[in-house]
């Protein structure tokens, strides 16, 4: 679709934006939302006719691109049959949706526990393993996220945590494997795997393994930065899991459903977690939707004696006929083995040569369609572009890096001092070499501020 500037309605969608709605993790006053008209595919467009190659992929859940003609359909014929029902009852959408979820995931992850989106789904999963356990602790890693609701964002291991933080939640944090940037002196994948996992059984000993109900770990952190962890070490921690009587908890609401070329992140390090969460790429974020894939023994805990838990919305049949339908298109149209060519022969090429270019790139991290760049001011001593958290000012080179690539047709996914490469797993190939050429030229705004 060719965009058709309405600068007037443009104008009237964003005053009443301005006037009415309180926008997530924003000093509301200083945003300045980009007024959208439309989306297609891999592109939206504003109210001028500006279009945009969109490397955020909303916020990661636009697996399959905008305006899927099938999966609109889908939700368009459920809500003439079914528009809402509530969650006690068996709904054809529902059920489906769960058996087409569960067919995928890896184990024994056969029961479906569905909610609004990811962060709920997080809230659950810990409530399930506390019950499970009658343990009160869970364990989670620095530089992670897992959602904005209370002890998701207690979870969570970044800035976004810490106005949030009261300190009661029960959750103490660990440093997972990143040798980029190793908090254990690492020199190499080995070692870091290894003093990673000696590390994390030495914080079980010593907050004592019968008070930890979970661990709970990003596949792959996401919005964190993308670190592929070093083979072996999701192994070892379901070993550490099964030895201390852990249930094992693995966040898949970011990776899962063909980010990273897989149908989940899981199964790129052959490793079966107790309970997974899901959420984004399930329907492409079409409707609302989230869940937890729940192994046998868990859900045998629930089996006579009641789960205290539910939501009004659990299972919508909107949410869950968009899942049937987006699970049957990326099936259909390969789109998770697409993800996988592409990022092995287009991406990861092509964001290494970036990196060989240019100094602001520091590392390239990734897989599949799930990738970031860490920048730098110095590469020798892999200073940051900007601070840790950095705002105002001191943000200034990541603010101009992001403008130059909106004003190359690219919509980045900047976090920090981190640019993300995350367009829709479907993206074609010319659609792709076209953003990665206008993200280098954006690169080149960065490289004025190394030194």
Known sequence: MTPQPHSAAGAAVKAADRAHVFHSWSAQELIDPLAVAGAEGSYFWDYDGNRYLDFTSGLVFTNIGYQHPKVVAAIQEQAATLSTFAPAFAVEARSEAARL?????????????????????VEHAVRMA???TGRPKVLSAYRSYHGGTQQAINLSGDPRRWAN?????????????FLYRSRFYAETEEQECARALEH??????????????????????????IMVPPPGYLAGVRRLCDTY???????????????????????LFDV???????????NSGYVPLGGVAICGEIAETFGKRPYPGGLTYSGHPLACAAAVATIGVMAEEGVVEHAARLGAEV?????????????????????GMFWALDLVRNKETREPLVPYNAAGEANAPMAAFAAAAKAGGVWPFVNMNRTHVVPPCNVNEEELK???AALDAALSVADEHTA
């Open 101 to 121: 979820i569960a067919e995928r995931t890896p184990g024994d992850l056969d029961k479906i526990f569905f909610t609004n989106g990811g962060a709920d789904a």
């Open 130 to 132: 506390r019950l499970h």
């Open 165 to 177: 933080d009261s300190g009661a939640a029960g959750v103490v944090h660990f440093w997972a494997p």
């Open 200 to 225: 994390l059984e030495s914080t079980i000993v010593f907050e004592g393994p019968a008070t930890i109900a979970a661990i709970v770990l990003e596949t792959i952190p996401g919005t964190a930065g």
């Open 245 to 267: 009587g852990i249930v094992f908890v693995l966040d898949e609401v970011m990776a899962g459903f063909g980010r990273t070329g897989e149908w989940f992140a899981a199964d």
């Open 272 to 282: 079966v977690p107790d309970l997974m969460t899901f959420a984004k790429g399930v």
């Open 347 to 367: 991406v990861g090429p092509a964001l290494r040569e970036l990196a060989e270019r240019h100094p602001c790139v520091g590392e390239v991290r990734g897989v």
């Open 434 to 436: 076209a953003g990665l």
